[in-house]
């Protein structure tokens, strides 16, 4: 049990290259994290009202899910870690813009650029994919995407110091800082070549079996979900709970934390067991989570319940590892932008949704979401672990 908690020794284990990937993805969550959680305050301070903070995530959503096609093709022809070095560069103007920001729509241009950014994830996932060791898949997809929440774990405690002296507009010259270390460290991570062209299959392949469709179901399921109360729960917090930004900060890295320990664990659980029963679990702590948060009356209390709530892209990565063992070549490349681009339109529609309930009823966004995450635990208990095969539980 406690070689299981051992978080550090997943990231030693993982292949130098992705060791390196992991350390480059941490300094840039680290960055982000600085100001996340206090970011839709930011957007009030700069007078969007809920349907408007709504609205600036679902269009920045939009513009990461038009990338992610045209990424996974990219990472079909293109050397990899060239890829990821580019996008990685064009989030560092957007924290600059942010911070020159009057009113909320000023940062919309800084958003879009900031998003497009992304269209390296099919090429990351193809890297991490090609880099690990193919026995241990799911286990790799968890220990090297572990980086993003442990990032942000510890960011948001440093952005509530500063906030002691600062603003939040001034947070975002520490992201920049942290930006730019983060793409100098991607130059020592290794060379990977275009995925081989597997001419067998289209490079943009539609889900046709059973298990593609419902983890479909699920990737887009799990971030329509996510997104209704993750982009309102800072506001939530500050308007039911009368809590600062610094506290906020803080519980943002609370919730950080349970999405780094938990995809670790879950990994492995995907790994020597079943994806389906790991998944499951994820759903269901993440359910629990969100109810919790609604019906506790204490901050203190609502401690552990955003640490489940963290929980909630885990089960992800763990389809992601379904993904990468069922088809090999260049088809890899468009089959992750493709599912990548479904999942961040499911972030369109649950930030739209999020804001107007939110509008409605703060409680409602919590409501839909726990409900929401039990459908999904369901799902992938009764289909993920009936259509994996033992040998493809990697």
């Known amino acids: 049990m406690m070689r299981n908690l051992n978080l550090l020794a997943s990231i030693q284990a993982l292949p130098r290259d992705l060791r390196l990937l992991f350390l480059s993805l941490f300094l840039w969550t680290f960055g982000l994290g600085v100001y996340n959680y206090v970011w ?39 050397e990899l870690r060239t890829l990821i070095i580019i996008s990685w560069a064009m989030s560092l103007p957007p924290p600059v813009m942010f911070y020159h920001a009057r009113v909320w729509p ?44 442990l990032g942000i774990v510890i960011s948001p405690a440093m952005g509530s110091i500063l906030l002691n002296w600062l603003q939040i507009r001034d947070l975002f010259w520490v992201s920049f800082a942290f930006f730019s270390v983060s793409t100098l460290v991607l130059f020592r991570v290794g060379r990977q070549p275009p995925l081989e062209t597997d001419k067998s ?70 790994t020597r067991r079943n994806p389906g029963g790991a998944m499951a679990a994820g759903f269901l702590l993440v359910s629990g989570g969100v109810a919790g948060i609604a019906l506790t009356a204490s901050p203190f209390l609502v401690l552990p319940m955003v640490f489940f709530f963290g929980t909630a892209r885990a089960p992800s990565l763990v389809s992601y590892s379904i993904l990468s063992g069922l088809k090999k070549g260049g ?14 339109l499911g972030f369109v529609i649950g930030s739209s949704v999020g804001g107007f309930l939110y509008a409605m009823g703060p409680v409602s966004v919590l409501g839909v979401t726990s409900v929401s995450f039990l459908a999904l635990a369901g799902l992938s208990l009764l289909r993920i672990e009936k259509l994996v095969p033992p040998q493809k539980q990697t």
């Open 40 to 78: 839709s305050i930011y957007l009030r301070n700069l007078g969007a009202l809920p349907e408007q903070v709504g609205l600036v995530y679902s269009v920045g959503f939009l513009a990461a899910a038009a990338s992610m096609i045209p990424g996974g093709l990219l990472a079909n022809k293109y």
């Open 106 to 149: 000023d940062v919309i241009p800084g958003l879009l650029i900031l998003q497009v950014s992304g269209f390296s994830l099919p090429a990351f996932n193809a890297y991490i994919s090609t880099a690990s060791d193919q026995g241990k898949m799911a286990s790799s997809f968890g220990a090297v995407y572990a980086a993003a929440p």
């Open 201 to 270: 299959h289209p490079l943009i392949e539609l889900p046709k079996s059973s298990l593609e469709k419902t983890i479909l179901i699920l990737l887009a399921g799990d971030t329509i979900a996510y997104s209704i109360t993750a982009s309102f729960l800072p506001l939530y917090f500050q308007d039911i709970y009368h809590l600062t930004n610094v506290q906020i900060q803080l519980l943002g890295a609370v919730q950080s934390l349970g999405g780094a320990v938990l995809a670790i664990l879950l990994g492995r659980w995907a």
């Open 331 to 344: 088809s890899r490349g468009g089959r992750f932008g493709l599912y990548l681009t479904l999942e961040q």
